[in-house]
């Protein structure tokens, strides 16, 4: 198996890299939250998350001992927010222990919510620990470079992967040429249209040799999308209040809150009154194995609707001290206009 050439590789990533505020940090809180923000998110719209993020809890003691509802607060809008829960859950587990982080990823592994990719990250930018980090990004340079034909989705690729990327590495400082590898992947080797002419390592691309960029990383399972139907109401009693509710803290939009809502075709003949509630708009949000289409009802509260369990009264102006899933927060746009 060739390698290719590592200084050209740290030379363009001097050159071109950017100056992201948790590259420079070797603190082993602040490399994890900026992973686990950036999984699923891109860096531009993770930054100012972190940012916030990070002044709300600046240490792991201080998000350790914050409320989960808080957290959630913070994570309003990142999405997957299984992701906070975990955190949450981990920092916990991690303050009980004088707040030392395991230097090794395999100890990292044992955490919730910290899986191979992140546990590598941070073992290899906090502590040195000669592992490549497999995200996205490095699955996709290194399946173009070596043209590789196994799928990256198969659950037994990803050893193989493994052993192929953490083969380049070398004596090179695992820090910095995993930020390379990854950056190269980000901005250079995209998922369309990569910018092969400017890439350190077209010399040696299998891909680019042979035109087949947009062949690789195979992938070999395609994602079947359920499509479901939910129709959510905005219902104000006489004083002007409005219903809402905290989900269950496992499962879709856990521990987020709530607006009473039913399967489309179930929803009871009380909240199907059009003299005191009406549709005010409808749109479509995507999820990662389905898509959901909200339909937004606002109107009076019946007086015969046998409302669910949990559900409380609050004042409209203070909903925005609750924290709701994205779906949601655009459905308030819609009642608000
Ligand atoms: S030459 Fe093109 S396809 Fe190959 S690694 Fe570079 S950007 Fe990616």
Redesign the pocket.
């Known amino acids: 198996m060739f390698i290719p050439d590592q200084r050209a590789l740290l030379k363009w990533y001097q050159q071109e890299g950017r100056n992201l505020p948790w590259r420079s940090s070797g603190d082993p809180y602040v490399i994890w939250v900026s992973e686990i923000i950036l999984q699923q998110t891109r860096v531009k719209q993770g930054l100012p998350y972190f940012e916030r993020f990070l002044k709300r809890f600046p240490t792991l003691a201080s998000l350790a001992n914050a409320p989960l509802d808080d957290v959630l607060k913070a994570w309003e809008g990142l999405g997957y927010y299984a992701r906070a829960r975990n955190l949450h859950k981990a920092a916990k587990l991690l303050n009980e222990q004088n707040g030392v982080f395991p230097r090794s990823y395999q100890q990292l592994e044992t955490y919730p919510g910290i899986g191979p990719y992140t546990a590598r990250a941070i073992a290899a930018f906090a502590y040195g620990e000669k592992v490549v980090v497999l995200d996205g990004n490095v699955f996709?340079?290194i399946s173009?470079?070596y043209a590789d034909p196994f799928g990256i989705d198969l659950p037994s690729s990803r050893k193989y992967y493994q052993t192929l990327a953490d083969g380049l590495l070398g004596k090179a400082n695992p820090s910095e040429y995993n930020q390379a590898l990854m950056e190269?992947g980000a901005l250079?080797?995209?998922p369309k249209q990569?910018?092969?002419e400017i890439?350190?390592?077209?010399k040696v691309?299998r891909?680019?040799a042979t035109g087949t960029?947009d062949d690789?990383p195979v992938k070999t399972k395609s994602i079947a999308r359920g499509k479901k139907h939910v129709a959510w109401f905005y219902l104000l009693n006489e004083s002007g209040k409005v219903f809402i509710r905290r989900r269950p803290n496992s499962g879709l939009w856990g521990g987020l809150y709530e607006l009473p809502n039913y399967p489309a075709d179930q929803v009871p003949p009380e909240l199907k009154k059009k003299s005191i509630i009406k549709k005010v708009g409808s749109f479509r949000h995507a999820f990662t194995h389905f898509e959901m289409e909200l339909s937004i009802y606002q109107g009076k509260l019946p007086k015969q609707w046998n409302m669910p369990e949990g559900f409380f009264e609050v004042d409209p102006e203070s909903l925005n001290t609750y924290a709701f899933p994205t779906a949601l927060l655009n459905a308030f746009q819609i009642i608000r206009k």
């Not at 890439?199 to 077209?202: K, T, V």
């Open positions: 996709r340079v173009r470079i190269l250079v080797c995209k990569p910018d092969c890439c350190p390592w077209a691309c891909a680019y960029m690789f």
